[in-house]
């Protein structure tokens, strides 16, 4: 089992910059070796993809709108993966929630993810 806790959200303008992190707890299995993965939602849109990394963070994978503007990163050490947002835009308005997977490479698909984080706000204004 996993308990996941995002921080790092705030307001912010647009074209600054903000690292979400994400901290880890797991029983059994230990959390390297879980796929983690950055989700965000906004109200009456379902929870998309942002970004993911693999279990020993050799492999990333980006949704087209985070592409060369968001970087994931994980430190095994510290039970926790980061997400850096950079260059934001309004448009990136969401609760990011990070996510772990059993599986050895993240999907894109929520379902595929069996822990959860709360969610933390960001906001960014124009």
């Known amino acids: 089992q996993v308990q996941l806790v995002e921080s790092g959200g705030g307001l912010v303008q647009a074209g600054d910059s903000v690292r979400l992190s994400c901290a880890a707890s797991?029983?059994?299995?230990?959390?390297?070796?879980?796929?983690m993965g950055w989700f965000r939602q906004t109200p009456g849109k379902e929870r998309e993809f942002v970004a993911g990394?693999?279990?020993?963070?050799?492999?990333?994978y980006y949704a087209d709108s985070a592409k060369g503007r968001f970087t994931i990163s994980r430190d095994n050490a510290k039970n926790t993966v980061y997400l850096q947002m950079n260059s934001l835009k309004p448009e990136d308005t969401a609760v990011y929630y990070c996510?772990?997977?059993?599986?050895?490479?993240?999907?894109?698909?929520?379902?595929?993810?069996?822990?959860w984080g709360q969610g933390t706000q960001v906001t960014v204004s124009s």
């Open positions: 996510a772990a997977s059993e599986g050895v490479i993240p999907s894109t698909r929520g379902v595929s993810y069996r822990y």
């Open positions: 797991a029983s059994g299995r230990t959390f390297n070796s879980y796929a």
């Open positions: 990394i693999s279990w020993s963070g050799s492999s990333t």
